[in-house]
């Protein structure tokens, strides 16, 4: 098993910029792919961004296309999603997840982090 630790959400105002942290530890030789999803109050969890871990590619949402940028470090077993143009329909609890392949992320992660909450103020 993969544990996913999250770091960085919080409070910011529409148009700001967050920058969230996921590292990973434990069983990493099984993952190739991580990345980000989000749940909002009331609504399922959708598919943000991925990662593949060895490549760099990289596949977005179209809703977060030119505003989100994914990142990693290997030496750290850590991904990083840069946040700009925030706006308040980003406002959601947002889940580091990681899978074997990028082809699968999207649809069906493995392992999942505990989530940690981003707020959109307008």
């Known amino acids: 098993q993969v544990q996913l630790i999250e770091s960085g959400g919080g409070l910011v105002q529409v148009g700001g910029s967050l920058r969230l942290s996921c590292a990973a530890s434990?069983?990493?030789?099984?993952?190739?792919?991580m990345g980000w999803f989000r749940q909002a109050p009331g609504k399922e969890r959708e598919f943000v961004v991925g990662?593949?871990?060895?490549?760099?590619?990289?596949t977005y949402a179209d809703s977060v296309k030119g505003r989100f940028t994914i990142s990693r470090d290997n030496a750290k077993n850590t991904v990083y999603l840069q946040m700009n143009s925030l706006k308040p329909e980003d406002t959601a609890v947002y889940y580091c997840?990681?899978?074997?392949?990028?082809?699968?992320?999207?649809?069906?992660?493995?392992?999942w982090g505990q989530g940690t909450q981003v707020t959109v103020s307008s």
């Open positions: 997840a990681a899978a074997r392949t990028l082809a699968v992320f999207s649809t069906t992660p493995a392992d």
């Open positions: 990662i593949d871990w060895n490549s760099g590619a990289t």
């Open positions: 434990g069983r990493t030789f099984r993952t190739y792919a």
